[in-house]
């Protein structure tokens, strides 16, 4: 960190009361160095990325960051609050404050500056020294790492004679690859060097990961995968005892991990992981290496599959809806731009947009199979995913075929992979023996067993939603606005998000009432946020309503994502309210016939929006039914003591 921050960016009396005015001093700072050129500009960007996730962590920190055109370098200014600032953690305010600046698109200097700071806030001895610094100059120095403590040796001493120490590998792994990836690395370090016991981590964060050294499993008596992703290459750990379990335990809890690998290995426990003798892959690990229920399991694979579709349908999308938007539906019926291109002409233009939307659109179902597959049983899995996923459009199997496609595909490759095979075979069985074997297996049940039926039953799911009208359009809105509004951004979430954008592969009237529908649904949960906390300012803490300005963009963009913050600290007032009003805005939407060709966009797509004055009504009355409800939850259970005027305190306690 050697040119990230400097004495001028210290502030070891910060006197801010929140965490947007401390963002405003530290940010103030770095335009007085240079390094931001628009202040309100750069502030507007910090509270976007802070209305996502609050950036709050356990023990007294706060490291508010974003990426931003208008930071000049990449930047760290530090600031100390004695009263403390509250940032969302779980465990009170923080006084030690971290805001990083990246300019836009240095994903690496980001990541870089917030993994390297993220494992040394697990050092109690580095934020002790931090809290116990007088001198600017000095602080920055140590942040620097300029008088940070000699790290440890890798393996503890031990007296000539005694046995050899126990040792663990493990991984860590986080959805964003950031600042929980690293802590759990470090406090699952700092544990084991407490115990005596010699680990090695490999962090697979968004910045890529290291493989530990072969040499270096082969010795391991234990394995821990802290993980809220799926552990790439589990194959390597194949024979170990292995304590599988979530990210924030590797964080809060390392030495009770590191004493049940010791239970397990005294007990010779030995997990049995798919692909074990194989060459290991980029992906996300085998079916049967991975935790959970199957379940779980099943939807991890489907969601897989989904998020690797998703970029797909939204670039198409957009391009087919605007070309729509300048050409007319007309468009589509087109000559070929190859053959024919008008550049003076506005409807050559809307054709172009429209084929290349509508070639990005004839990934959809093979990317979708694919990495469904991919998810089950790593690369080799690719191969017969995507012929299955061919197989299904070339036999108008559509979405569902796609679905089935890549789970046949995965389970074709996991049984393959639990074959023994002779060592000589085993550099070409996952670039040659395994995907050949499984295409074959995969296109015989696709085209001969499973394929007919599925298309039929596409086919009438395709009719069914074409028919809808009356009472069952209302009643589909009403589900798909719950589903999208129960967890805002979870599970459910995406499988209401999933159907719409798979009836998005094959358009038809019903199909993009669907999206309408889950499009407008989502939008209310931020939007009757941000209405509550202006209406009634008096029942949300000082944190909340600055979350609620940010909320107004999220929702008309529809991220749902921008109520969680709402939903985290009241989930008995908040869900039930958001669902309410994503239900009334679904049934509106569907029955007003509202029809949506674009898969995202909120608001920004309403000239797309088949009967959008209707559209944007069913959205206003899902926000004023969600906002109403909130009030009234909220108010019902105001506290006596949390009656303080608004611009006095944090706000009103709420008991959850």
């Not at 979530?246 to 030495?255: E, L």
């Not at 998020?307 to 087109?334: N, W």
């Not at 359009?473 to 589903?483: K, Q, R, S, T």
Request: hydrophobic content about 50%; overall charge negative.
């Amino acid at each position: 960190m050697s040119e990230l921050i400097t004495a001028d960016l210290v502030d070891l009396d910060l006197s801010a009361e929140s965490k947007s005015e401390a963002a405003r001093s530290l940010a103030g700072r770095m335009v007085a160095a240079g390094r931001v050129t628009d202040l309100d500009g750069f502030l507007a960007d910090v509270a976007a990325r802070e209305a996502r996730m609050p950036t709050g962590l356990d023990g007294g920190i706060g490291i508010p960051h974003c990426r931003s055109e208008h930071v000049a370098t990449p930047t760290l200014a530090f600031g100390r609050s004695a009263p403390g600032i509250d940032f969302g953690a779980a465990d009170g305010p923080a006084d030690l404050v971290f805001l990083i600046a990246a300019p836009a698109g240095a994903d690496d200097d980001h990541l870089t500056i917030l993994s390297s700071l993220a494992r040394r806030l697990m050092d109690p001895e580095f934020t002790d020294a931090l809290r116990a610094e007088c001198d600017p100059a000095a602080a920055a120095a140590l942040i620097r790492g300029e008088e940070a403590p000699a790290p440890a040796a890798d393996e503890p001493a031990r007296e000539a004679g005694t046995v050899e120490p126990f040792r663990i590998v493990a991984v860590t792994s986080c959805p964003t690859g950031i600042a929980h990836t690293y802590m759990a690395a470090e406090s699952l370090e700092t544990a084991a060097r407490a115990e005596g016991v010699v680990l090695h981590v490999e962090t697979q964060g968004s910045a890529g990961f290291e493989r530990l050294d072969p040499a270096v499993v082969a010795a391991a008596d234990a394995v821990i995968w802290a993980h809220d992703v799926e552990v790439r290459e589990k194959a390597r750990f194949d024979g170990k005892p292995v304590v599988d379990t979530g990210v924030k335990a590797g964080i809060s809890r390392p030495a009770e991990l590191i004493s049940e690998a010791r239970r397990k290995a005294g007990r010779g426990e030995a997990a049995r992981l798919s692909g074990a003798g194989e060459e290991p892959g980029p992906g996300t690990g085998g079916a049967a290496g991975a935790s959970g229920h199957f379940g779980v399991r099943l939807r991890t694979y489907l969601m897989s599959g989904v998020s690797y579709m998703v970029p797909f349908v939204a670039a198409g999308g957009l391009l087919i809806a605007l070309s729509f938007a300048i050409g007319g539906y007309e468009i589509a019926s087109a000559k070929s731009v190859a053959d024919h291109f008008d550049w003076g002409e506005a409807a050559g233009w809307a054709a172009l947009l429209n084929q290349i939307g509508t070639a990005a659109f004839g990934f959809l179902v093979p990317v979708l199979a694919g990495y469904i597959a991919y998810g089950m049983a790593d690369r080799p899995a690719l191969v017969p995913g995507f012929v299955g996923g061919a197989i299904a459009l070339t036999i108008d199997a559509g979405f569902l075929g796609g679905l089935v496609a890549g789970l046949l595909a995965g389970a074709a490759v996991t049984a393959i992979q639990r074959v023994k095979v002779h060592p000589t075979l085993r550099g070409i069985m996952p670039v040659l023996v395994i995907p050949l074997l499984a295409s074959i297996a995969v296109g015989f049940l696709m085209f001969i067993v499973v394929g007919k039926p599925i298309a039929s039953l596409q086919n009438a799911l395709t009719d069914w939603l074409n028919g809808l009208s009356g009472s069952n359009a209302v009643i589909l809105g009403v589900v798909l606005g719950l589903m999208m509004c129960f967890d805002m951004g979870g599970p459910l979430n995406k499988v209401a998000y999933a159907f719409a954008v798979g009836g998005l592969a094959d358009p038809t009237p019903g199909s993009l009432k669907v999206m309408a529908a889950v499009m407008a649904a989502g939008m209310v949960p931020p939007l009757a946020m941000a209405l509550a906390t202006t209406v009634r300012r008096g029942l949300f803490t000082r944190t909340e309503r600055e979350n609620g300005r940010a909320a107004w963009v999220l929702g008309a963009s529809f991220i749902t994502e921008g109520a969680i913050p709402f939903a985290a600290a009241d989930p008995l007032r908040v869900i039930p309210s958001a669902m309410a009003g994503g239900a009334v805005t679904g049934a509106l939407s569907m029955a007003f016939g509202c029809t949506l060709r674009a898969p995202h966009g909120g608001v920004f797509v309403v000239p797309l929006i088949g009967e959008p004055f209707l559209y944007l009504l069913a959205i206003a009355a899902g926000t004023a039914v969600s906002t109403a409800l909130v009030v009234v939850l909220k108010g019902a259970r105001r506290t006596p003591e949390s009656a303080a005027p608004a611009g006095e305190g944090s706000g009103v306690a709420v008991a959850a």
